[in-house]
């Protein structure tokens, strides 16, 4: 049996047929599975996924400075554990209380 690569290129070259001996393999971050210790993630797929976390990463910062590094408000809840859900109405609430034309308007807080 002779193993044989197929790769698309997406360009004029086409597609290409190769022998496995032709390519190099590299096996990395396998599973630890026994039925899929032959199969790992190839650097390209690994470097993406960092990649990703990096981008995610610098807009989280430049989200932070352009915020001050600092919320305009805290919302408090007492005696409460929010589904995320919840806190996200609330959160919304919030705004659609305080911008726009009700922007600087005073807030009236109570324990209800």
């Given at each position: 049996n002779v193993l044989y690569y197929t790769?698309?290129?997406?360009?004029?070259r086409g597609q290409v047929t190769y022998l496995a001996a032709?390519?190099?393999?590299f096996r990395l971050f396998v599973?630890?599975?026994?039925?899929?210790e032959l199969v790992g993630s190839s650097p390209l797929?690994?470097?993406?996924k960092e990649i990703n976390i990096q981008n995610y990463s610098n807009q989280l910062s430049l989200s932070?400075?352009?915020n001050a590094i600092a919320p305009s408000y805290t919302i408090t809840v007492p005696a409460?554990?929010?589904e995320p859900e919840a806190k996200e109405n609330i959160r919304k609430s919030f705004e659609n209380q305080n911008s726009g034309a009700n922007a600087g308007r005073p807030i009236v807080l109570d324990q209800s």
């Open positions: 790769v698309n290129y997406g360009d004029d032709d390519i190099l393999h599973s630890g599975q026994v039925a899929t797929n690994s470097l993406a932070s400075l352009k409460a554990k929010l």
